[in-house]
């Protein structure tokens, strides 16, 4: 048997995430207030009571999923087996290399709380959009995208069959969605973020966190993490530091990481942090195999022996 981690992205935030698990995991504790400390204002409260405007801003909401994750992290590790690899989705690809060891929990919290601030700047300088076209096929999305000439509009979440995700400016999704529409999507929804995440409109953003992450300790991982812009295993330091840059401005291969996870004999999965939207998306990407989310503590009492045994 192999078990696999997966890592929320942004939106799964909520008020209140994680504050039960703190008062009642000594070791959730400590992480929060680490990730205080570190980003020196009060991330934890900010967490637990809101307001939700200002928690589900990019700057925060990142670090505070990723808090959240290396909390719930924190309290289970001694309750699992070998893991084989770990993945995140978009921000949690660096929540999965706090778990791997690449980099430290707090050289983490300050390059995701920069990544935020410089999509957030990015999505201010250049404005853009994303939506979820559902119904259609990857390479059908692909085509609708190719066909857009009003502005840019390229697929920037890979997420399960029939479920993809477009990004550009907002005169290039708007006409692709149209072409979506016309090609017998079932339905297109356009998402509320503050930019074009994931797509050439980030590259400034990209250049940002490639300048702050030259300066961080990076190792190479204790077990592979699976790449969001490619879909394979990453070993090394030197190809994790370029990876998670490069992500910024490409698509989240997420489908294409369950497969290669599957491919290589993964038969479980915990999702580690906020929320349930990997486990949701696994119902498709890997199905029969147990997913089971872990964000607070009425999870770990639920939490199958069948996917946590070595």
Known sequence: MSLALLFPG?????????????????????????ADRVLNFPLSRLMWSGPEEELTETRNAQPAILAHSAAVLSVIRRRLGPVAFAAGHSLGEFS????????????????????????HRAGTERPGTMAAVLGLADEEVEAVCARVDAGICVPANFNSSGQVVVSGDLAGVE???????????????PLSVSGAFHSPLMEPAAEGLRRRLDSVDLRDPEFPV??????????????????????????????????????????RFIEVGPG?????????????????SVGEPADLERLPDRVVAS
Not at 27 to 34: C, I, L, P, S, W
């Open 226 to 267: 699976v790449s969001n812009a490619t879909g394979k295993p990453v070993t090394t330091a030197l190809e994790g530091r370029e990876l998670l840059v490069r992500q910024l401005t490409s698509p989240v291969r997420w489908r294409a990481s369950i497969d290669t996870m599957r491919a290589a004999g993964v038969d």
């Open 10 to 34: 942004q939106g799964s935030q909520h008020v209140g995430m994680g504050r039960a698990l703190a008062e009642s995991e000594p070791a959730a504790a400590e992480v929060f207030g680490t």
């Open 276 to 292: 349930s939207v990997l486990c949701g998306l696994n119902r498709r990407n890997a199905k029969g195999a147990p997913c089971a």
């Open 96 to 119: 999965a290399h706090v778990a791997a060891g690449t980099i430290s929990l707090e050289d983490a919290l300050a390059c995701v709380r920069e990544r935020g601030e410089l999509m």
């Open 175 to 189: 006409q692709g969605l149209e072409l979506a529409t016309a090609a017998g999507a079932k339905r297109v929804v």
